[in-house]
């Protein structure tokens, strides 16, 4: 099975209402056990907001870390899903789900076969 990256993207802003996020974690849960069910499960996480992050980059041989995200913009890479599919269409379909229960937008990527190293 390929392994695929879903990445939420959420809105920089407020966080919304305790309803709202009580609604989306109910079926953002289903959703985990769901994959788990299908054997599809490696990892899931939400990030904290994009101030948390440091940038490590080596310029002309020197270390140099940066507070803040390497990008800015309006929208910030919020979570993760790593997931075990037998086809990109397996995967858009827990994508699917994920946007769903979240009315944000999934990005998926498939990773590289190990093989290709």
Excluded: C
């Amino acid at each position: 099975m390929k392994q695929y990256l879903l990445s939420i993207y959420q809105p920089d802003g407020p966080i919304p209402s305790a309803d709202v996020l009580e609604r989306v974690g109910r079926e953002l849960h289903a959703l985990n056990e769901d994959i788990k069910a299908a054997g599809s499960w490696v990892f899931t996480g939400g990030l904290h907001d994009p101030a948390s992050a440091t940038v490590v980059r080596v310029r002309d041989g020197e270390v140099v870390t940066t507070d803040g995200p390497y990008v800015e913009g309006k929208e910030h890479l919020g979570g993760l899903w790593v997931v075990n599919a037998p086809d990109l269409d397996v995967a858009l379909g827990w994508a699917e789900r994920a946007s769903r229960a979240t009315t944000l937008p999934i990005e998926v990527r498939p990773f590289h076969d190990r093989a290709e190293y």
